[in-house]
């Protein structure tokens, strides 16, 4: 993961050797450093211009302390700066309402959404205790909704079925007074994804939301699409009070770039990571874990 922003900041702090102190001169060439290696990540270039001018206001207000050397300071100021434009703080689901508590599974076709309802299945069973149902209003592909039954009994949830000709938001009620009358803590709602972004499903994902009225709005985006990722993201926060982002692929994804840019556009926190097809491939996400990794 953003294994040239490791090598050039090593590079840069093995030149800092025998340097006193930052200076305007010898940060010049690591900041140049640190922008190329962003915008290789496929970093958003505000972010880039961002972070720079964060990392270079830091970096010189920085004397060298203790045992530090300069190479060293500058690496905690980048990696301060990686952690708090991810959000700083793990961002957490908010399920603090009566049950059941809704989330609302929002992203294209192929980000891997019913694959992250399973995982998040599984894990608000194992890890938080939750009685979890799953449901699908994704009328347009039978296929989708197999899928979900699928992982959901994998994942040892309950599945409430449904049908390519009922209305998605006639389904979500349905799901919904089913949970209330069982018990259920968390409802997880699936929906119809596209391979672009259209119209009708933006209207339709916008109708679920004002009917169910989610604790949580989660937009699944898959991390090997960097700037795109980005980008989509931001079309889906513009319709949609989005409440966090899952990054999936994340395990195939060597460049970070959504990563490092999803929190600063859409001003949603990243909430989980997908880091491999199996249910077990979910991590609740950490800022500062992220930026521990990246600097390697
Ligand atoms: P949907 O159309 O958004 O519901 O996407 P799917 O859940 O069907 O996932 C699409 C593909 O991505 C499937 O082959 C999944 O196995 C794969 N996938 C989903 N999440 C991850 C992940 O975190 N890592 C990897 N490597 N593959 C994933």
Not at 40 to 48: H, I, K, R
Not at 225 to 250: H, S, W, Y
């Amino acid at each position: 993961m953003l294994e040239n922003l490791s090598q050039r900041l090593s590079k840069v702090v093995k030149t800092l050797r025998g340097e006193a102190r930052l200076t305007e001169a010898n940060t010049q060439e690591m900041l140049r450093e640190i922008r190329v290696a962003l915008l290789e990540a496929d970093v958003a270039l505000p972010v880039v211009r961002d972070l720079v001018a964060r990392i270079k206001e830091k970096a010189l207000g920085q004397e060298v302390v203790g045992s530090l050397t300069p190479g060293q300071a500058l690496v905690g100021v980048v990696h301060r700066e990686l952690t708090a434009i991810m959000g700083g703080q793990a961002a957490e689901l908010d399920l603090s309402v009566r049950p059941p508590a809704i989330v609302l599974m929002a992203g294209l076709q192929g980000a891997g959404k019913t694959t992250t309802v399973g995982k998040l299945a599984k894990w608000l069973k194992e890890n938080k205790k939750k009685k979890v149902l799953t449901v699908s209003c994704d009328v347009y592909r039978p296929a989708a909704i197999e899928q979900l039954r699928t992982v959901t009994g994998q994942a040892g949830a309950d599945f409430f079925p449904s049908t390519a000709d009922q209305k998605p938001v006639d389904i979500a009620n349905a799901a919904l007074q089913w949970a209330r009358t069982h018990y259920h803590d968390v409802l997880l709602v699936d929906t119809a994804g596209r391979l672009a972004i259209d119209e009708q499903m933006m209207r339709e994902i916008a109708e679920l939301h004002r009917q169910l009225q989610p604790s949580e709005t989660l937009f699944v985006v898959d991390a090997m699409q960097g700037q795109d990722a980005v980008n989509t993201a931001k079309a889906f926060r513009e319709v949609l009070p989005l409440t966090g982002v899952v990054l999936t692929k994340l395990d195939g994804d060597s460049r970070g770039g959504a990563a490092l840019s999803v929190k600063a556009v859409t001003g949603a926190p990243i909430k989980f990571a997908g880091v491999g097809e199996k249910l077990t491939g979910l991590e609740a996400f950490h800022p500062e874990r992220m930026a521990n990794r990246i600097l390697g």
